[in-house]
């Protein structure tokens, strides 16, 4: 006679109406787990494609100029002859220089560091 533990060992065939729930879970499992690979391969496609077309960096603010330790920006802003600076401002990386012409009339100029070049002149006129 067999002992009752080794026949609870035994696996007994399952029901069919049970057997088909099991298999409809399997599928259920197997299609949910293929929809989870599929859905982190776009996200990682999605992460490589900005990474590769990123827009390239912006210029550095003056802060951020490379310079040597314990050496100032130097650097040349050229104005017109016979120029007379009346007064300057520093916004960032940006310069405007409010000049008297030779002629007697006013011109602000406006200076980028980061770029060493003179970006904008206006004309003040009076009315």
């Not at 088909?20 to 776009?42: C, D, P, T, W, Y």
């Not at 951020?64 to 040349?76: H, L, N, R, V």
């Not at 940006?94 to 006013?106: F, N």
Request: glycine fraction near 8%.
């Amino acid at each position: 006679m067999a002992s009752p533990i080794a026949e609870d060992d035994q696996e007994k065939p399952l029901d069919p109406e049970v057997e088909k729930v099991r298999r409809k879970l399997v599928r259920f499992v197997g299609i949910n787990l293929g929809l989870l690979f599929l859905a982190l391969m776009v996200v990682i496609g999605a992460l490589v494609y900005k990474a590769r077309n990123a827009p390239p960096a912006t210029p550095p603010l003056a802060g951020d100029i490379q310079t040597p330790a314990g050496e100032p920006i130097s650097g040349d802003i050229v104005l017109p002859v016979g120029a007379k600076v009346i007064s300057q401002s520093l916004s960032g990386n940006r310069v405007s220089i409010d000049a008297e012409l030779a002629d007697g009339s006013r011109t602000i100029f406006v200076y980028d560091i980061t770029e060493r070049r003179v970006i904008g002149r206006f004309a003040i006129r009076n009315k």
